[in-house]
């Protein structure tokens, strides 16, 4: 069992900078400050990049939410708190927003956070040299789609400083979620003199200049990430946590063991054929709670056997059973997913027409379809489908596999890559046919799924292309009546599921085991558990 102060080790050794203590729990000495916490907490992968622009991924996200700190924050429960900024007011018109930073933000080297390092950093977050492939969820700010697309220059972006606390931000128009908007790390601001310097590998250990409650100091591949307090930071009085591990352990089944061997305060995911004993065994540790996410698989629209084939790719959603995979493969409380856009308040979730036919009568029209795309038993439809490194995402997709191999005949091959292999090749989009994804919500507003799918998003990797769902986007964007924008936004849906570029499997939940002492644990939509909000009750039974 991890032990809740740092007076108290678990018995195997997590890293080498941490002495181990015996099966007896015998004390040991511990470098920094006594009575604080070290938290350790299972990541999933290996982070892809910890430059807030250009990372991508939860396990990123998980990390930079402790290192960087943007002009908005979120409570504990994932509600919307001041940041980096004091204070911030909004013009009638909806399309100026005027931000006044702490007189106390600092960065991690004490250099004080100014209106200058965010207008530097979200010129950059938008700078086509910078390669990100998020740039787009700042299209609102004034400008930022004509510099994304290198019509226009950075410094044309609607931001400005009139004085070193006083931030100006323009939007092109009226936006309802920008203040949500500004959580996300594309919006976090990087350290100019630092990125000046090192372009192209500041965001490493001894180089990050952070503004975050935490900062990077350690960075061992395929072994853990290491932050430590911001003696800087405003808030580092009140911080609870002197360091924390994130650890990237792709098997859910392993870092489910490493979590009852007492080296993880918390997993983040379950292997799905073990959430009958976690019940049973772990009751007090389990949490399961609603998760703005998708799971799907995506079909490669720009090359065959998929592109130009709508018939085909519905072909083979409509095979699935959805039900089949949410009760006998996870078994968690997932949601079947026919439509996109999953449950959001104020928001009308589309589906298809088949999604309530009775299973036969789907088979029977997916059999039609798969047969006028060319295909059928003396010449079936053989594919690759590519998924992450993961038991649980092997799992569903040969169920995925069985289900096309029963239905249609469809002969699958299965491609495990590690992570930050998968993103590259699903980004390249040369190889792959279908791939293993999921989408999680950046903001709790269905733009954040819808923009995705639009022609030059950054993200997407299924190459879908419809002028008239572009259109659509567009319109929403400049739309600012409520019901008629959510209109717009249904309707596109609507559009993506009759062209389905992809393939929606469930909607999720979060499941995972949290040691009963951590304290300052609330579940919330976004899945957001930034370290500063947690302490570890002392835990006088432990052995």
Not at 496 to 514: G, T
Not at 529 to 543: A, I, K, N, V
Request: with cysteine; proline share 9%.
């Amino acid at each position: 069992m991890i032990a809740a102060t740092l007076r108290r080790l678990p018995a195997l050794v997590l890293v080498a900078t941490l002495a181990a203590c015996g099966q007896d729990g015998a004390s040991v000495a511990l470098p920094g400050p006594a009575g604080t916490d070290v938290l350790h907490r299972g990541n999933a992968t290996e982070p892809q990049s910890l430059d807030p622009h250009r990372g991508e991924g939860v396990p990123s996200a998980n990390i930079q939410r402790d290192l960087f700190e943007g002009l908005i924050s979120t409570a504990a429960d994932g509600s919307l708190i001041p940041g980096a900024a004091a204070e911030w007011t909004v013009s009638e018109d909806g399309r100026t927003y005027t931000f006044t930073l702490r007189d106390d933000a600092r960065w991690s080297n004490g250099d004080p956070v100014t209106a200058e390092d965010f207008v530097f950093s979200l010129r950059r977050a938008v700078d086509p040299a910078t390669l990100s492939n998020y740039s787009q969820i700042l299209a609102p700010i004034a400008n930022a789609n004509a510099v994304i697309s290198g019509a226009r220059p950075p410094e044309d972006l609607g931001v400005a400083a009139p004085g070193p606390r006083e931030l100006v931000i323009r939007l092109a128009d009226p936006t309802p979620y920008f203040l949500e908007l500004l959580t996300h790390s594309m919006a976090y601001p990087v350290h100019p003199p630092t990125v000046r310097a090192r372009p192209k590998d500041f965001a490493r250990p001894g180089r990050l200049v952070s503004n975050g409650p935490y900062m990077l100091d350690e960075w061992v591949v395929q072994s853990h990430v290491r932050l430590v307090q911001n003696p800087h930071h405003y808030d580092r009085d009140r911080l609870a946590i002197r360091a924390v591990y994130f650890y990237p352990i792709e098997n859910p089944g392993t870092e489910l063991k490493r979590y009852r061997a007492g080296e993880l305060h918390w997993t983040d995911a379950l292997p799905h054929q073990q959430l009958d004993w976690v019940r049973e065994n772990l009751p007090d540790d389990l949490q399961i709670s609603p998760y703005l996410g998708t799971y799907y698989f995506g079909f490669n629209t720009e090359r065959p056997p998929f592109a130009n084939q709508p018939g085909l790719r519905r072909a083979l959603a409509m095979a699935i059973d959805r039900e089949i995979i949410t009760t006998q493969v996870t078994g968690g409380g997932e949601i079947p997913a026919y439509g996109w856009v999953p449950p959001i308040p104020g928001y009308t979730p589309q589906r298809p027409e088949w999604a309530d036919w009775p299973m036969e009568r789907r088979l029977e029209e997916a059999r039609r379809l798969y047969a006028e795309a060319g295909y059928g038993e003396d010449q079936p439809l053989t594919v690759d489908l590519h998924y992450n490194t993961s038991d649980n995402h092997k799992r569903i997709s040969l169920a995925v596999a069985a289900m096309w191999k029963q239905a249609l005949g469809v002969r699958t091959r299965l491609i495990n890559q590690e992570f930050k292999v998968f993103l590259d090749t699903r980004r390249r989009k040369r190889v792959t046919q279908v791939f293993r994804a999921a989408w999680i919500g950046d903001y709790r507003d269905a733009f954040t799924f819808a923009e995705i799918n639009g022609s030059d998003h950054g993200m997407n990797d299924t190459g879908y292309r419809n002028p008239r769902y572009d259109e659509l986007l567009a319109a929403s964007m400049g739309e600012s009546d409520p019901a008629r924008r959510r209109a717009l936004l249904e309707e596109a849906e609507r559009l993506l599921l009759e062209d389905q570029p992809l393939m929606p499997i469930y909607f999720y939940v979060n499941r995972r085991v949290v040691k009963p002492w951590v304290r300052g644990w609330a579940p919330n939509l976004l899945d957001f558990h930034p370290t500063r909000y947690f302490y570890l009750e002392e835990r006088r039974d432990d052995p």
